[in-house]
């Protein structure tokens, strides 16, 4: 009898090939040869406009059947890219016409069940979509399932070993000052409040399609640009604390009506962008990132730092790091992992 292992493995292979195969077929082209695009303009028009169209998959970097999604990673004209897919929950206003406007196909009927494959009108059938492009390995290594390790890092550790490494290695903050400077998203704000020591934005998080409050996710972007993370935070930025979170509170009950009570407010540590920001999600959502060995409730921030100013700058702080994170490099190096 073959091996279900090594079956399970070419299939999986042979999955891949095919996925490959798809994903490498510029879009304009299938529009092309179903009749959409009547000149070779349109169809260079519709490849212009889809950033996947000539996208071509190197790798799955990770996939969940649980969260239903799934991080690739790939070329676009020659460029690394990392694309996001994710299936959105299914929203309660949507469902009539889910049920009498999609077709089913029955799958198996036995006594009172059964099963079927139901088909949704386009429209109601969306996947959303996050590109980064161009990624770089950083990004790559960011997507990939990995497994991790805890860091303990002590106020000594940070200043000799951490610090230089995230002057060195961060990410970007180009999409961040977009956001102050209202080059991007600037649609997007929720609120802002200008005050450019206590003030703030906020918006969606991109993780959040904002058609159901159940996966609630914005985040809070402080204009003051010297805060890297929960390490510089001392007394001085207490008003700026308290503020990010009874307006971004406020402002959400009073957009998305969820009261605090609904609310967790929490810091990344380590975060990945190195630039003060504070995750809104909602309580009974299992938030990416939102497990104790990452997230800092921030009125624990607040009522820490009230009875210690120097709380951050002289704990011992934990963090999980990923295999190919070149920090834990480091910390390995220096024989402390
Ligand atoms: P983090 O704690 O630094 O890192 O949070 P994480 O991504 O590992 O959680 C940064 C947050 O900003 C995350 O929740 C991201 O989903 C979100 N984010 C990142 N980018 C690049 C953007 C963006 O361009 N726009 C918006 N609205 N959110 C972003």
């Not at 494959?117 to 950083?138: D, G, R, S, W």
């Not at 102050?180 to 450019?196: G, N, Q, S, T, Y």
Request: hydrophobic share 35%.
């Amino acid at each position: 009898m073959a091996d279900p292992g090594a079956k399970r493995e070419l299939e999986e292979e042979s999955e891949m090939k095919e996925f490959s195969a798809q994903t490498k077929k510029p879009r304009a082209d299938l529009d092309c040869k179903n009749g959409r695009g009547d000149t070779d303009t349109d169809c260079a028009e519709v490849c212009e406009e889809n950033v996947l169209c000539t996208f071509e998959t190197s790798a799955v970097l990770s996939e969940s059947a649980r969260d239903k999604n799934i991080f690739v990673h790939g070329k676009i004209s020659g460029q690394d890219a990392v694309v996001i897919l994710e299936k959105t929950p299914i929203q309660k206003e949507v469902l009539g016409q889910i049920l009498s406007e999609s077709s089913l196909k029955l799958q198996m009927r036995n006594d009172i069940y059964s099963t079927y494959q139901l088909q949704a009108p386009a429209h109601l059938n969306e996947i959303k979509t996050t590109v980064v492009f161009p990624a770089t390995q950083k990004h790559i290594q960011k997507y990939r399932r990995q497994e991790s390790f805890l860091l303990e890092e002590t106020a000594e550790d940070y200043l000799s070993i951490t610090l230089p490494f995230i002057q060195e290695q961060r990410f970007s903050l180009q999409w961040v000052y977009n956001i102050l400077e209202k080059k991007a998203e600037a649609e997007r704000i929720v609120f802002e409040d200008p005050d450019p020591k206590t003030g703030f934005v906020l918006l969606p998080d991109f993780k959040w399609n904002q058609k159901q409050v159940d996966d609630l996710y914005l985040i809070a972007i402080s204009h003051v640009r010297d805060v890297k993370s929960l390490r510089d935070l001392t007394s001085e930025h207490l008003p700026l604390l308290r503020n990010i979170l009874h307006k971004g509170q406020e402002s959400i009950f009073g957009t998305f009506g969820l009261p605090r009570s609904q609310l967790r407010v929490y810091l990344h540590y380590q975060p990945s962008y190195y630039h003060l920001h504070v995750h809104f999600t909602r309580l009974g959502f299992d938030s990416p990132g939102c497990g104790v060995e990452r997230a800092h409730l921030l009125q624990d921030v607040i009522q820490n730092i009230q009875s210690d100013a120097g709380f951050y700058q002289s704990r011992t702080l934990y963090c999980p790091l990923r295999a190919d994170d070149g920090l834990l490099k480091k910390y390995k190096e220096k024989g402390k992992i």
